[in-house]
């Protein structure tokens, strides 16, 4: 039954939210500011974390600014098991009344096991965005996992995957669910319209007249940052003439065994490590670049892929999970095969070496970065909590 409310009350449950960096935790911004924009009362209960594995809390100047409407709750950890707890979350979750949708984000967590038990008890709809993967969850305890509580979670009124590759993967493991949709993610096309080069050349000490590859994201062999500086020695050695700008947190504390890689290989200097940047230094960052390549292992969408082909970027990417779904092969970049850094630093030269082809694909990529935008997501979402509350 369609609901007649103008005005429906939101709760949104994850384990980590912005400032905390990801992806999906963006996703997770975007959607609770937007229906605030559009009218909706929300909640975000998420945790004090930073980081969860290994576990990192924010402190209180990180997140003194966040709007009232966001409650963080403390976090405890268990022994040996990336499963952090919020027993106090739970207590809140309860206590609140006139909820008309509880969404929940992050499979194998806690914030969504618990939203959707409390969603059964309390007789309100449930909506989950997975962000569902296996491919680093392999162990016993992570397929015992799925077949259990997990199994429990993906019976929501309404699954929301953010790619077809989510989809499949979802309907692969769980084939009698009950509702799922594919939003994409998007991304806010007002931000590229602002942007200085000559400054963030200027702040970052960076030299003007180099060839720029970008790599934007966790810094982490998961991202496959070890892959790009295995490739770099060829691409150096044919192309002299060039840096790279990595951009990203150093996530998952493998920040100095890396630029000991580059150490070993005799291409240090041409890394130039930023760290995590603010959002208008990321913008141009993308306008200071000449491509933007992100070799990750797994990518259940990739927005910075889409930000870098609103920005002109042609790309080389990964050819495995959802990326082949946002940068199509040859139009808007080039794809290389999986682990493979020698195909890798082949696709990088090819487009280097080709002024022509670079142009043809920074165009063709501006095109296509229109289909995602963070407001088309936002009414989409709208309208399945409108068909379930």
């Not at 909506?127 to 015992?144: C, E, G, N, P, Q």
């Not at 319209?193 to 720029?212: R, S």
């Not at 991202?223 to 947190?249: H, N, R, T």
């Amino acid at each position: 039954m369609q609901n007649k409310k103008a005005k429906l009350n939101i709760l949104y449950t994850t384990l980590r939210y912005p400032p905390a960096p990801g992806g999906a935790e963006e996703l997770e911004k975007q959607l609770a500011e937007g229906m605030i924009q559009l009218g909706h009362n929300v909640q975000v209960f998420t945790s004090d974390l930073k980081k969860h594995w290994p576990m990192v809390k924010f402190n209180s100047d990180e997140i003194k600014n966040d709007p009232k409407c966001i409650k963080r709750f403390y976090s405890l950890a268990l022994p040996r098991l990336p499963y952090p707890l919020m027993p106090l979350m739970e207590v809140a979750v309860l206590k609140e009344k006139n909820l008309d949708i509880i969404h929940a984000h992050n499979f194998y967590h806690y914030p969504a096991d618990m939203s959707k038990f409390y969603a059964l008890v309390k007789r309100v709809p449930f909506v989950f965005s997975s962000y569902f993967y296996i491919d680093s969850r392999t162990a016993l305890k992570w397929r015992i996992y799925r077949r259990t509580l997990g199994a429990f979670t993906m019976q929501a009124d309404c699954l929301i995957a953010i790619t077809d590759f989510e989809k499949n993967l979802i309907l692969k493991e769980y084939p009698k669910i009950k509702r799922i949709e594919v939003i994409n993610p998007g991304i806010d096309h007002s931000e590229f319209e602002n942007y200085n080069v000559a400054d963030f050349l200027l702040k970052y000490n960076l030299p003007q007249d180099k060839f720029k590859i970008l790599f934007a994201g966790r810094i982490c062999t998961g991202k496959g940052v070890d892959l790009l500086i295995q490739s770099a020695p060829e691409i150096i050695k044919q192309f002299p003439d060039l840096i790279f700008l990595m951009a990203g947190s150093d996530f998952t504390n493998e920040l100095d065994d890396l630029k000991k890689m580059a150490r070993k290989l005799g291409v240090e200097k041409y890394f130039y490590w930023l760290g995590n940047l603010s959002r208008s230094d990321l913008i141009s960052a993308y306008f200071t670049s000449d491509l933007f390549v992100l070799p990750s292992r797994y990518e259940a969408f990739g927005i910075v892929l889409a930000e870098a082909m609103r920005a002109g970027l042609p790309i080389v990417a990964t050819n495995y999970s959802a990326i082949p779904e946002v940068v199509k092969n040859k139009e808007t970049g080039l794809l290389f095969e999986l682990n493979n850094f020698k195909d890798l630093t082949e696709k990088i030269c090819i487009l280097i070496n080709n002024d022509a082809l670079r142009e043809k694909m920074s165009c063709a990529g501006r095109e296509e970065s229109k289909k995602y935008d963070w407001g088309k997501m936002v009414v989409q979402v709208e309208e399945i909590y409108k068909s379930l509350a």
